[in-house]
């Protein structure tokens, strides 16, 4: 398909485990950004790539939350020692550009035990 | 960091009635965000407006950037229009950095 892909889709796991969730974008696409949805909250920034630049990372919500994107495609999210509060679904998206309008993948949902 | 506010929070209509669900923000903005989520979660992108009036079928979405305000209208509703609605702008001088509105939740009975 031509959409934005994640993957997985539903992911359960222990707190204190790593997690690692995928996003692969729409071929061309050179921005990608990704998001997080926790139950009774809004959707909330979390990173964002474009091209060769440095990410801004200023939604990161602490330093347990990386991501990096390599080749400029595909883009991977990591939690480290998760805890309860992570259990959230995470969205990405990509767009041509900046000021583009973004495409949202299925999202992962995250559930923390 | 900019504020979004959307109104309502719950919206209920009968087949074919036209809606409007509201979105006000609170600071200066280069473009607004209307996105559509369905129950399981795929999220579309509705519009991207910075001035005036878009359409897109049953869809139209406006925008005042003096009075930051914008709405989306959709007309002649239909039970496949049920949805989360949900505005969003950018924040912290970026184009690409949003803020979201909490959303408006749209049931459309047959």
Redo the contacts between chains.
Sequence with gaps: GAGVSQSPSNKVTEKGKDVELRCDPISGHT?L?WYR?SLGQ????LI?F?GNSAP?K??LPSDRFSAERTGGSVSTLTIQRTQQEDSA?Y?C?SSFR???????G??T?LSIL | KNEVEQSPQNLTAQEGEFITINCSYSVGI??L?W?QQHPG?????LF?LSSGKKKHGRLIATINIQEKHSSLHITASHPRDSAVY?C?VPH?G??????????TLLTVNP
């Design positions: 921005a950004y949805q809004g959707l909330e920034f964002y474009q801004d200023s939604g679904v969205l998206a900046d000021r583009q309008p973004q495409h949202f299925d999202g949902r | 280069s473009a965000h996105l979660g795929g999220i579309v992108s991207m949900i969003a912290g970026s184009n690409y950095k949003l803020t979201f509105g909490k959303g």
